[in-house]
């Protein structure tokens, strides 16, 4: 039987993005919870706003909105999987999902750069689950290292391998890689109203 922290996805990750142009606007979330209406509640979105709709209408609307999205649904076993717009690190939406880990990928447009796998737990960011640059090299929650075989960053630090890793330790933590069901899925997008 094959060991769920060593699988590798179907799907090249980076690939994914790019084939759906969300390689340079990808900000991810992954809440610790199989109740997406509660994970909603606790990003205080705008019920109101709610839309059902799939990646393309999503993303379009994110290139178009000047104010905080989600785009969000199941993503597997225990798991909610957010799309979020205009949010950043320690945004008190992120803070604000209490006693579950949550994890965040984000490419930074304005830097132009990747930042680590954060992980948040109640309301504040523990650490970073970042697969190693080297085999047993360093990694900031040693208790996340049996997630790392075979994905080392390596020396070459390129941009499109780095966030395919990233995604792979993401979904071996989460039991889900990215997919083509989650690329082609209808999942619920969502204003975060200013202020809240």
């Known amino acids: 039987m094959t060991d ?89 939406a992120i803070r604000n999902l209490g006693k579950r880990r949550v994890l965040e990928v984000r490419y930074n447009d304005h830097l132009r750069e990747l930042e680590p796998v954060n992980l948040y737990y109640d309301g504040e960011q523990v650490g970073d689950v970042t697969p190693p640059y080297e085999e047993g090299g360093y990694i900031d929650l040693p208790d996340y290292r049996p997630y790392t075989s075979g994905i080392e960053l390596g020396d070459a630090l390129d941009l499109s391998r780095c966030v395919h890793l990233m995604l792979c330790m993401v979904g071996r933590i989460t039991g889900r890689f990215l997919d083509r069901e989650w690329v082609t899925s209808t999942r619920a997008l969502y204003r975060i109203p200013e202020g809240t």
């Open 4 to 92: 769920p922290a060593q699988e590798y996805p179907l799907e090249d990750q980076w690939g994914l993005l790019v084939e759906h142009r969300i390689e340079y606007l990808f900000h991810g979330l992954w809440v610790e919870s199989g109740d997406v209406d509660e994970v909603s509640a606790l990003l205080r979105v705008d019920p109101d706003s709610r839309r059902e709709c799939g990646l393309e209408t999503a993303t379009e609307a994110f290139q178009t909105s000047s104010g905080e999205m989600v785009w969000m649904g199941a993503h597997s076993a225990g798991w909610t999987h957010v799309l979020a717009h205009r949010l950043y690190p320690y945004h008190p």
